[in-house]
């Protein structure tokens, strides 16, 4: 039996370098070439790629001139048979050979640089919501928001021209939806900005919270990113911290060692107070300059206070006995903010719990913020149940 030339090509995966390449890796050999009228708006089919068969030869004849000799020798419509290669995102290792078949550009090798010409545009003109309407729907179609480093830098600069006189809610939610809002949260500290976004999803009723890329709740996200900033907000208008102790169990395996982890994992704790203490462990390791995001999150919660020997009895031997008696203090003064000794359980005031059983009666009912103040309560009452004191 015959072998056929093309039954040993070794398929392989690349990477791009610069758009010339989409020409010289994707050709497909024509007796005729068509020009593109760029001016007519005249658009062309993949297989009609504008190149010259002499500018090929001088950039792949070096280093596959059997494969481009024979390449050139198929038959009329065999390159359409020729099987496509799917990259495997596991493999690292970047390769110079090309492929036959049908090949996938990304999308962010042109709107990572296009952005910016996007945005100069939109903030110079002076009916800037007018203008971001009209090119919303456009951005959309290309895929501006595929890249998450686009996406992030579009909304950064493009809410400037909605904050604050945008008054169209539909339009607000649209745009913090196509910019991937809950991404955004993760890698920006702006309090004031996500309220904005938050307050136009509560007035048509949309939970824009309600999806995460990450797998993991909005609260602990903006932990785990070091946006504590927003957890405050976040809070406010209804979101509720998920317990979920893998999260920090994660982040903590590549600070700690191994067998720190395992020991921590021993312990006789229940599963929503070993989450606490990781989360409190978490905080301390990476934002123990802003203590204002756990002191929301505790505001938020009915649980009992931490002890002093819960504590020493989890963390005693993974962290230094200086570093866990500041840790200690911290917690006390800064979070739950008590004056007395914590050596046993402390459970929370009845105030305190009060204000969270209402909360959550407000959050059951999507009332939250603007409900508490529809309860007819004194201005110190509705603060406490806003968090704010």
């Not at 995966?13 to 001016?39: G, H, W």
């Not at 649209?174 to 910019?179: G, L, N, Q, R």
């Not at 060692?257 to 990781?278: A, S, T």
């Amino acid at each position: 039996m015959e072998v056929q030339f093309y039954d040993e090509i070794e398929f392989e995966t690349f990477a791009i370098e610069v758009p010339r390449d989409v020409v010289v890796y994707s050709f497909i050999v024509q007796k005729s070439l068509m020009c593109l009228d760029l001016s007519a708006c005249e658009y062309t089919l993949p297989q009609k790629s504008v190149f010259t068969e002499e500018q090929c030869r001088k950039l792949m004849e070096p280093r596959r001139q059997i494969l481009y000799r024979y390449h050139l020798d198929l038959p009329q419509n065999l390159e359409s048979s020729l099987r496509a290669v799917i990259p495997n995102a596991d493999d690292q290792e970047q390769y110079e050979a090309f492929h036959l078949g049908v090949m996938f550009v990304c999308d962010s090798l042109y709107t990572r640089d296009l952005a910016s010409c996007v945005i100069n545009p939109i903030m110079s003109a002076r009916n800037k919501m007018d203008k971001l309407r009209r090119y919303l729907n456009v951005m959309k179609l290309l895929n501006f928001n595929q890249c998450r480093r686009t996406a992030m830098l579009l909304f950064d600069h493009l809410i400037l021209a909605l904050y604050p006189y945008c008054l169209d809610s539909n339009l607000v939610v649209e745009f913090a939806i196509t910019f991937r809002f809950c991404s955004w949260l993760f890698y920006r500290e702006s309090a004031i900005l996500v309220g904005y976004v938050l307050h136009h999803a509560m007035k048509i009723r949309y939970n824009i919270c309600q999806v995460s890329e990450t797998g993991m709740d909005h609260i602990n996200g903006c932990i785990v990113f070091r946006t504590p900033g927003n957890i405050g907000t976040l809070l406010l208008y209804g979101n509720v911290l998920r317990f979920q102790q893998e999260v920090y169990l994660e982040v903590l395996g590549r600070c700690l060692q191994r067998r720190m982890i395992r020991r921590i994992v021993r312990k006789n704790i229940p599963d929503r107070r070993l989450f606490l203490m990781l989360q409190l462990l978490y905080y301390f390791t990476f934002n123990n300059q802003y203590w204002y995001g756990l002191l929301y999150i505790w505001r938020s919660i009915p649980d009992p206070c931490l002890s002093k020997s819960e504590i020493r009895l989890l963390f005693g031997n993974v962290i230094s006995s200086r570093r866990l008696h500041t840790m200690i203090e911290c917690y006390k003064f800064y979070i739950v903010e008590e004056t007395d000794e914590m050596d046993d359980e402390v459970p929370r005031p009845l105030q305190h719990l009060c204000r969270v059983a209402v909360r959550s009666a407000l959050i059951r009912n999507f009332q939250l913020p603007y409900g508490v103040s529809e309860l007819g309560m004194p201005h110190l009452i509705r603060d406490y149940l806003n968090l704010e004191s």
